[in-house]
């Protein structure tokens, strides 16, 4: 047997410290030869939760299954760890003292027979292992990041839409992925409105945020569903500050139903998440007039933003917007006149883009604006992630491309990140993928002219009032 003990203190409350490292998923982020980790077992981490770990081991990997074998909230945690060539056995304690916490790490392994002639020679590698991960572990809840740099190679990938496109498969995720920070921050007491969260990204971003203790407000436009959603996310995470809305966000009458009720309740909004969103392949108008691309995916976050504003200006920590966009846009260029498409020139994937493409400069501008009110507004593209959504909007291209989407967790890591990383609110105004800032355009031609930007507050207000008009009429 070999043992390795290391001890660190942390700038951080025992509670936060115990959940961040029971949840081993997180493993990946600390641990000096994790490279792949999931939780194998259903409901919240509590004693008896499985996770399987993939580890370098030299050229190759080795598959590990952990289970919390001892969970003593907020102080002890037991895992055992069973591979091929060994198993091992790790005893973690958390004492909590003035400067933050104490932790202790130790662990016992136990090689197979095969292994035991080389014993002597690998434990001066596993000492150093084990130092460089509790090291790790102490940065990871250190949560002092930076902003994660715009790599020169994303940027010169960006030049070309062929290499740009690539990044939006499962393999773009993984490349993202490998100069991440670690993500220790809790979100307890942070009130976060998602849309849309009743599949696809928006379910994965609010499990992740639930995981993480945010109060959510989940705007969904069918009752039963929003139930089963809660009940869903209650019983995988174990949280429960959850609440509903409904709304349908493609009628504006409901959008500013749904922003009175959260004006009335006054709580204030600490991050939004503008993710409701579908490809619509057939022209069709709401009971207000308008066509449903534009209305669900450019009126409604536009009126629902600017109706909440009062609740997102002016906490102590800057207020976070998310808007969901695609990929899809950069294909289009902004033309105020060209958003709402006639039924004789209908066309889904660009009423899709160009809907997009508005919301990512609203995105800019709303960045400009805001800036002094202490809100920060970003926009995400999730490239290709398997969803409903997807499935059903696209489904050839999701017969073609099905091997090389991403899973909804990764399209919702962007989101997530967004949502919670500490260093995440010191940027505005950008579009992330992969939690690194990307160019809003991959072609010179789908710049916009200054004069469309300026018209396009202007082009919303009018037809918004239509809208309303059009919709009274008809009630
Ligand atoms: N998946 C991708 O590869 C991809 C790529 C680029 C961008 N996106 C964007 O990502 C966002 C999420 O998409 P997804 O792929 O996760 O799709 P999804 O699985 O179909 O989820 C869409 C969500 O939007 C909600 N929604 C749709 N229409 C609504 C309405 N009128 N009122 C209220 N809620 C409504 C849906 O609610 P119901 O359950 O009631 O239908 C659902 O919760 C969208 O904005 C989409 O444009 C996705």
């Not at 958390?94 to 002639?117: C, M, V």
């Not at 991960?133 to 070309?160: F, I, K, M, Y």
């Not at 609440?243 to 204030?268: F, M, N, T, W």
Request: proline content about 5%; some cysteine.
């Amino acid at each position: 047997m070999i043992t390795l003990h290391e001890e660190a203190v942390v700038p951080r409350s025992a509670r936060e410290c115990f959940r961040y490292v029971a949840d081993f998923r997180t493993t990946v982020e600390w641990d000096a030869t994790a490279v792949l980790a999931c939780k194998t077992s259903p409901g919240p981490v509590a004693k008896g939760t499985e996770f399987e770990v993939h580890c370098k081991a030299g050229p190759t990997t080795l598959k590990l299954t952990y289970e919390i074998i001892e969970y003593e909230p907020w102080h002890c945690l037991v895992l055992r760890g069973r591979g091929r060539l060994f198993d091992v056995t790790d005893t973690i304690l958390f004492t909590e003292r003035d400067d933050g916490t104490h932790i202790s790490y130790t662990a016992e392994f136990q090689f197979s027979g095969a292994l035991s002639p080389l014993l002597s020679a690998m434990e001066p590698g596993l000492h150093s292992m084990g130092k460089t991960s509790v090291e790790g572990l102490a940065q990871a809840l250190t949560d002092a990041n930076p902003l994660p740099e715009s790599r020169p190679a994303t940027q010169r990938a960006d030049n070309w839409v062929v290499p740009g496109l690539a990044m939006f498969s499962k393999y773009g995720f993984r490349r993202g992925r490998r100069h991440w920070h670690p993500m220790s921050t809790s979100m307890k007491n942070k009130h976060v409105v998602i849309t849309g969260a009743t599949s696809g990204l928006g379910k994965a971003a609010a499990i992740a945020l639930a995981e993480a203790e945010a109060d959510l407000t989940l705007v969904i436009r069918d009752k039963k569903k929003g139930e089963q959603l809660r009940q869903d996310i209650a019983a995988e995470t174990g949280w429960e500050q959850i609440s509903l809305e409904i709304a349908d966000l493609s009628l504006v009458s409901e959008v500013d139903a749904l922003v009175e009720r959260l004006r009335a309740k006054d709580r204030p909004i600490d991050v939004l998440i503008n993710n409701a969103g579908a490809l619509f392949g057939e022209y069709d108008v709401t009971s207000e007039g308008l066509e449903r691309s534009f209305a669900l995916l450019l009126m409604s976050p536009w009126r629902l933003t600017e109706g909440l504003h009062p609740l997102l200006a002016g906490h102590e920590q800057p207020a976070r917007v998310i808007n969901v966009v695609s990929g899809g846009m950069y294909t289009e260029r902004l033309e105020c006149d060209q958003l709402v498409m006639t039924p004789e020139h209908y066309n889904g994937p660009k009423a899709y883009a160009r809907a997009k493409r508005g919301l990512t400069v609203l995105t800019e501008q709303w960045a400009d604006a805001w800036a002094t009110d202490g809100i920060v507004v970003n926009a995400m593209h999730p490239g290709w992630a398997d969803t409903p959504g997807i499935g059903s909007a696209l489904p050839t291209f999701h017969k073609i491309t099905r091997s090389i989407l991403r899973t909804p967790e990764e399209g919702a890591d962007s989101i997530i990140w967004l949502a919670r990383a500490r260093e995440a609110d010191t940027t505005t105004g950008k579009l992330f993928l992969d939690r690194e800032i990307r160019t809003p355009y991959l072609l010179e031609k789908t710049r916009e002219s200054k004069d469309e930007r300026i018209k396009l507050p202007a082009f919303l207000s009018a037809l918004y009032e239509q809208s309303k008009t059009e919709g009274q009429q008809a009630a």
